[in-house]
């Protein structure tokens, strides 16, 4: 069975950079798919926030090019995303999944705040 | 960016009855593959997010043949033919065909 698995802190100060890690059991991420971050925001509003492909190469939502970095370690069947220079507005919660999103972790919720 | 607009954005919906949403985009979904990526999300209070629906009218394997997707173009509709206590949440249309992928506002489903 896939299984994915968010991880990182709760809380993070304005300015500063947000780092999280999506391990994934029951698949190995270089076999295939893309393999994304997307964020629900408080209320409902949800956003794609890029993904990493099974080869590595990565393709980012343009509303956060110059401040997301998604990457991998092969060796421990992990992705992970970085957000830098984060504000209030990047509270929300975080989710990894699976390209056709039939495969979502449970989702870590970060709030930015000093 | 496509623009998915979900209406309604609440619903209220007694057991047994019947629900409908509609999903629309701003530009055709129809990709280069000739296939169609809109998918319908449901997430529970307290859960992530659960694909029903996938390439518009696919079913996922565990969902309830209660629940159906139609529509083609810029045009989708999830229907549920009689609303079960197991349904209330929040339902997004979610489209995999253009980049960025785009969610809709999402429309809350509660129980009357």
């Known amino acids: 069975e896939i299984q994915l698995q968010e991880s990182g802190p709760g809380l993070v100060k304005p300015s500063q950079s947000l780092s999280l890690t999506c391990s994934v059991t029951?698949?190995?991420?270089?076999?295939?798919?893309?393999w994304s971050w997307i964020r629900k925001f408080p209320g409902n509003k949800m956003e794609w926030m890029g993904y990493?492909?099974?080869?590595?190469?990565?393709n980012y939502n343009p509303s956060l090019k110059s401040r997301i970095s998604i990457t991998r370690d092969t060796s421990k069947n992990q992705f992970f995303l970085q957000l830098n220079s984060v504000t209030t507005e990047d509270t929300a919660t975080y989710y990894c999944?699976?390209?056709?999103?039939?495969?979502w972790g449970q989702g870590v919720m970060v709030t930015v705040s000093s | 960016d496509v623009v998915m607009t979900q209406t309604p954005v609440s619903l209220s919906v007694a057991i047994g009855q019947p629900a409908s949403i509609s999903c629309k985009s701003s530009?055709?979904?129809?990709?280069?593959?000739?296939?169609?990526?809109l998918n319908w999300l449901l997430q529970r209070p307290g859960q992530s997010p659960k694909r029903l629906i996938y390439?518009?009218?696919k079913l996922d394997s565990g969902i309830p043949d209660r629940f159906s997707g139609s529509g083609s173009e810029t045009d989708f509709t999830l229907k549920i033919s009689r609303v079960e206590a197991d349904d209330l949440g929040v339902y997004y249309c979610?489209?995999?065909?253009?980049?960025?992928?785009?969610f809709g506002g999402g429309t809350k489903l509660e129980l009357k």
């Open positions: 999944a699976r390209w056709g999103f039939g495969y």
């Open positions: 990493i492909s099974y080869s590595g190469s990565t």
């Open positions: 029951g698949y190995t991420i270089t076999s295939g798919y893309d």
């Open positions: 390439l518009v009218s």
């Open positions: 530009q055709s979904l129809v990709g280069t593959s000739g296939k169609t990526y």
């Open positions: 979610l489209q995999g065909t253009h980049f960025p992928w785009t």
